[in-house]
């Protein structure tokens, strides 16, 4: 370990002509243990879930341990996890119950040789992985395209990803990328599954950029792409313009994204009234905010309930300017002041009361938006806990399911609480001799009880 960390200062110290040729061998060798890393990631990942390592820090899942202990991002982690299950995970395609239920003995012959075969061919790829430390770069880019995979295709996903995992050994991730992606294309017409366009179907959108946009990836079924088709049909030049003879300098694809926007904008309206508080774009806006508003910068943003920061402009556009409920905040906790209500349910006012305050999950290091979240009581229902302002707060789903309301520090589960001191929301750990943490996130510091206790 002492010689690894000399070569390396040496060079890092001075990156000679000489010192090149001289570290070569080191440097060839570090580069193999690193793609053998990849391996021993996967592994480690699949150890930790079966050694439920979630309770190391007081959550369930392992996925948050890694990141935690091995202080790497949570994409990171899940890669890691999913190449864990890619290893050492069931290779075939899991069946619902139902589907299960209506087998008959025929089937259930073939399916389970199928899956004997699958299991070999996991094997065999495991081993080529290993014996050609294959790097975590090309693994990661062969699973990414074989997600794309129909069920029921002429090649197994096992069997395709050993014959990608032999083609990993002498193509680069680039070239590896595209040979699996032609071979998915070319494969998938021959799966048998009618809702093979239904399952993909999904929806996933980006994070903002600089400029406040995003980008979205959207991949229709057949009824979907036949409505947006015949929507699109209607964003014509002039579609949507106040003036239908004035020239329309919109590209195409603008109208198109123009009419789209109009039937969001119209589906939120519609929302609206039934739901409380869900469906709703929420603005936090301090007092200060308010009475500076007009001579704010245009750009400015402030934080929303979706995560999404809009500025003025924007917030105006979405009609969404008539806010007439405010909240008084604590200077010390940053809380909402009081508001009792019996119901278990949170009433709309205590959900705004929150979202001024808190706008993300309160568990620390979170940036879970308030509209994803669930509202928690901290003093449970169960024991008698009222929906009382004092005793609720807001936390995400993922954070919930970790939360022991029996406070009682089994498996080393800690609970949401408030500090005696100055009333702030924040954990305590399952050990209560460690002190309380509150979230200090960057998305939490623009909440208004942050901005209130400064
Ligand atoms: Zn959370």
């Known amino acids: 370990m002492q010689e690894i960390h000399s070569i390396m200062d040496e060079l890092i110290a001075d990156p000679s002509a000489a010192a090149f040729k001289k570290t070569l061998p080191f440097a060839q060798l570090l580069e193999q243990l690193l793609n053998k890393k990849a391996l021993f990631d996967a592994a480690l990942a699949k150890s930790a879930e079966r050694a439920d390592a979630g309770r190391i820090i007081g959550k369930t899942s392992a996925l948050d341990a890694l990141a935690k202990l091995l202080d790497i991002s949570k994409s990171e982690a899940y890669k890691r996890v999913q190449r864990g299950e890619e290893h050492y995970g069931n290779p075939s395609p899991e069946l619902s119950e ?77 070239d590896l ?80 994204y123009d009419a789209f926007a109009e039937i969001l904008h119209r589906a939120h309206a519609d929302l609206l009234p039934g739901r409380a508080g869900v469906g709703t774009i929420l603005v936090s806006l301090s007092a200060k905010d308010i009475a500076n508003i007009e001579a704010s910068v245009p750009d400015h943003r402030y934080p929303t309930n979706t995560g999404i920061k809009l500025t003025p402009t924007e917030i105006l556009r979405l009609g969404s300017a008539k806010y007439d409920f405010g909240a008084v905040l604590d200077a010390d906790s940053g809380r909402p002041l009081h508001l009792a209500r019996t119901q278990r349910t949170a009433s709309l006012y205590q959900r705004l009361a929150l979202f001024a305050s808190e706008l993300v999950c309160t568990r620390e290091g979170c940036d879970s938006p308030f509209s994803e979240n669930e509202i928690h009581h901290i003093r449970s229902w169960l024991e008698g806990g009222p929906t009382d302002i004092e005793n609720i707060t807001n936390i995400c789903f993922h954070d919930h399911g970790s939360n022991n309301d029996q406070r009682d520090g089994k498996d080393n589960m800690g609970y949401m609480d408030i500090d005696p001191v100055t009333g702030r929301v924040g954990y305590q750990p399952g050990d209560r001799r460690k002190p309380m943490r509150f979230n200090n996130s960057a998305a939490a510091a623009e909440s208004g009880g942050a901005q209130a206790r400064v």
């Open 177 to 256: 990328r595209n040979w699996t992606r032609n071979k998915v294309i070319r494969i998938n017409p021959s799966a048998k599954d009618p809702l093979a366009a239904v399952k993909k179907r999904s929806l996933s959108i980006g994070r903002q950029d600089h400029d406040g946009g995003a980008r979205a990836s959207l991949y229709l079924d057949g009824k979907g792409l036949a409505l947006l088709k015949s929507l699109m049909a209607k964003a014509k030049p002039g579609h949507l313009l106040n003036d239908p003879d004035k020239e329309d300098i919109r590209t195409k694809q603008q109208r198109q």
């Open 98 to 174: 139902e589907e299960l239920e209506k087998e008959t003995p025929a089937q259930k012959e073939a399916r389970e040789t199928r899956e004997q075969q699958d299991k070999v061919e996991q094997a065999e790829a495991n081993r080529i992985a290993h014996n050609h430390v294959i790097s975590a770069e090309k693994q990661d880019a062969i699973r990414y395209e074989l997600e794309k995979l129909n069920d029921n295709t002429s090649l197994s996903k096992a069997t395709l990803r050993k014959l990608a995992m032999k083609e990993a050994t002498t193509r680069s991730v680039e």
